[in-house]
């Protein structure tokens, strides 16, 4: 981790905020394994140290950390700086070299990290850096926003395949189905109590017009139990046909 340390001390905002991002997952990851061992915690885990270990490389490259490139004077440090980005005088530079603000070498030389670590610790104005922390910090924003609502719907969609296996749910088209039968059944029901009680109402009728409301209620009441019986179907077997035909009554 000295490398690590090392760019965290020399980095501009934005890449300290990558690498403490992916330091952060490479640890979250790894709680993750040790609390679940399973397979794909570990494949996580490999790649959350691989993206860790890929830019630490990439920044110790950009950051000549580990490397040897020294500046025989004060000057090829303020250009160094400058093509960096910084925004820093002459007289500032000078000024905090007497301050010993700047590491120098027992020759006179100033290597480039230090030189870059006296500015970050200066807090020399920086406008591209700047800029690029805005940027990444709003890239990662809209990352940390996408990667939750992939989150939410991975678990609405295993949550629907848990109540799925539970039977709360069952397909459309067997459910249009299922309606269809459970109404076919109905008015074969219907249609065969109809018949069953039609002479019942020619007796309580007995060619009497006043004889009509009982004859209304006696129907409503059979509606009502055909009504009750169709709303506790659990299981029926339905036979599409004519109902006037032998058979075909359910």
Not at 73 to 95: A, C, P, S
Not at 151 to 158: G, P
Not at 217 to 243: H, I, K, S, T, Y
Request: glycine share 4%; net charge negative; charged share 35%.
């Amino acid at each position: 981790m000295d490398k690590f340390n090392q760019l965290l001390e020399v980095a501009d905002t934005a890449d300290q905020a990558e690498l403490k991002i992916l330091y952060n997952s490479q640890i979250k990851c790894a709680r993750a394994y040790n609390d679940d061992p399973t397979s794909t915690r570990k494949r996580d885990w490999d790649a959350a140290k691989r993206g860790l270990e890929e830019a630490i490389k990439f920044f110790t490259e950009k950051y000549n950390i580990g490397e040897s490139v020294v500046f025989n004077n004060r000057l090829e440090v303020i250009e160094h700086l400058r093509t960096q980005g910084y925004k820093i005088g002459k007289t500032k530079f000078y000024d905090d070299c007497k301050q010993k603000k700047v590491r120098i070498q027992a020759d006179g030389s100033i290597l480039a990290k230090d030189a870059e670590l006296y500015a970050v610790r200066e807090g020399i104005y920086r406008p591209e850096a700047i800029s690029s922390s805005n940027k990444a910090e709003g890239l990662h924003e809209t990352k940390l926003q996408k990667e939750i609502e992939k989150l939410t719907w991975e678990n609405k969609k295993r949550e629907f395949e848990y109540d799925l296996q539970l039977g709360k749910y069952i397909p459309r088209d067997l459910l249009d189905l299922e309606l269809a039968s459970r109404a076919a059944v109905f008015d074969s029901q219907l249609r065969t109590k109809i018949k069953a009680r039609i002479k019942i109402w020619i007796a309580m009728a007995d060619g009497k017009i006043d004889k009509q409301p009982d004859i209304t209620a006696d129907a409503f009441e059979m509606l009502d139990q055909v009504m009750n019986e169709f709303a506790r179907m659990d299981r029926f077997e339905v036979v599409f046909g004519d109902p006037s035909e032998p058979g075909t009554e359910q």
